[in-house]
């Protein structure tokens, strides 16, 4: 069986999820208008897996299958979760970068209780946190994959925003005081009594904090290799980059230190494997200090700050973390993982606290 049809390599959904589901049925007429050339019959819906966040669902009518994506239920970010936003981030960046092609929006709630999009499905691998059977990387492959990651960051940070139309897609003026702003004000907000105090590393942040990025550019805010799509052909080239939600215009540094933040190497304690997503230890694959090296002469962006830039995505993680446990805990999801994360939040906040210790900045 080849790596094109193995299932237990290829990505697929699973059983909707009963705080999740919805009647497909009632969309049917929705996506018969706006997608031409869908077959006739009745909808199949599953669910993936993922989504912490936005919630992502395959519908099947016939042999065709798209991805629908909508909000999670219960309390969430004023700004968040906005599907019109990110099926129109896909719309204009789809023809010049490797991401899904937007199909059609929704923004009549009374359909499913949210608003939501529906886009192409890009079939291909996603490697989450360890390799699936049938699929194995040789140290030389594996580095390569890693720099591939890297090299498409880049071409997303370097495209021109303007020209694309997403000039208005973000304010790139203050953005790192902004986020150093929001997401500490998020934490104080969804902090519960397992949270251990952060006004420290947040008075960090806000001495250390950089200027301006002289070239602001697209950044994803969520990019990792889970979130990459591998072609079956060639396991190593990336043919789609996916959940673009929190895109916006930015820092790019800002963007390559949420890549590391989520960079478990083999030598990290044992409590940061526990949250690794991504078969980032596997043996080949470089160290957060040469990722570091590698984009910064890919990109040409100073990249001498990056303890700044690694301590507050790995602070972030934590807080977005900290908000998904707290809907758990008051009852607004019941995704058993989330139960776990209390550890992962405690361990993410001292690794931050030791990067500001260590550092010269």
């Not at 599953?46 to 798209?66: A, H, K, M, W």
């Not at 490697?127 to 194995?136: C, E, N, T």
């Not at 072609?231 to 590391?260: C, H, K, N, Q, Y």
Request: charged share 25%; aromatic share 10%.
């Amino acid at each position: 069986m080849s790596l094109e049809t193995s299932p237990a390599v290829l990505d697929r959904p699973g059983t909707v999820r009963q705080e999740s589901a919805f009647d497909a049925a009632r969309i049917l007429p929705f996506l018969r208008a706006r997608i031409a050339g869908l077959p006739s019959g009745p909808v199949e819906l599953t669910q993936f897996e993922g989504g912490s966040s936005n919630l992502t669902y395959q519908l099947r009518v016939g042999d065709t299958e798209l991805i629908l994506r909508r909000p999670p239920a219960g309390t969430k970010a004023a700004t968040a979760h906005d599907m019109g936003r990110e099926f129109r981030v896909l719309e204009k960046l789809s023809p010049h970068f490797p991401c899904p092609r937007p199909l059609a929006y929704c923004e009549d709630e009374s359909l499913i209780g949210s608003t939501f999009y529906v886009m192409e499905k890009i079939k291909g691998i996603i490697v989450r946190r360890d390799l699936p059977p049938g699929l194995h990387y040789t140290p030389e492959e594996a580095r390569r994959l890693a720099f591939n990651l890297l090299d498409t960051l880049v071409k997303l940070h370097t495209l021109d925003y303007r020209a694309i139309g997403l000039g208005d897609l973000g304010k790139p003026a203050g953005y790192v005081g902004r986020q150093v702003k929001g997401w500490c004000e998020r934490m104080e907000k969804a902090r519960t009594e397992e949270t251990p105090p952060c006004e420290a590393l947040a008075a960090w942040f806000r001495s250390r904090q950089p200027a301006d990025s002289a070239r602001p550019g697209i950044i994803h805010n969520d990019y990792r290799l889970d979130n990459a799509v591998l072609s079956p052909a060639d396991r190593l080239t990336i043919i789609g980059v996916l959940d673009w939600e929190m895109a916006t215009i930015g820092d790019p540094l800002m963007d390559f230190g949420g890549v590391l933040a989520y960079w478990i190497q083999p030598d990290d304690a044992p409590a940061a494997d526990a949250r690794r997503v991504q078969p980032c230890n596997l043996p080949g694959m470089p160290r957060r200090e040469e990722m570091a090296r590698y984009y910064g002469e890919k990109s040409g962006l100073d990249t001498s700050r990056m303890d700044f830039y690694y301590a507050f995505n790995l602070f972030r993680l934590a807080v977005i973390m900290q908000q998904l446990y707290y809907r758990y805990k008051f009852g607004q999801t019941s995704v058993p993982r989330f139960a776990l994360f209390p550890g992962f939040i405690r361990e993410l906040i001292a690794s931050a606290e030791a990067v500001a210790e260590q550092s010269k900045l």
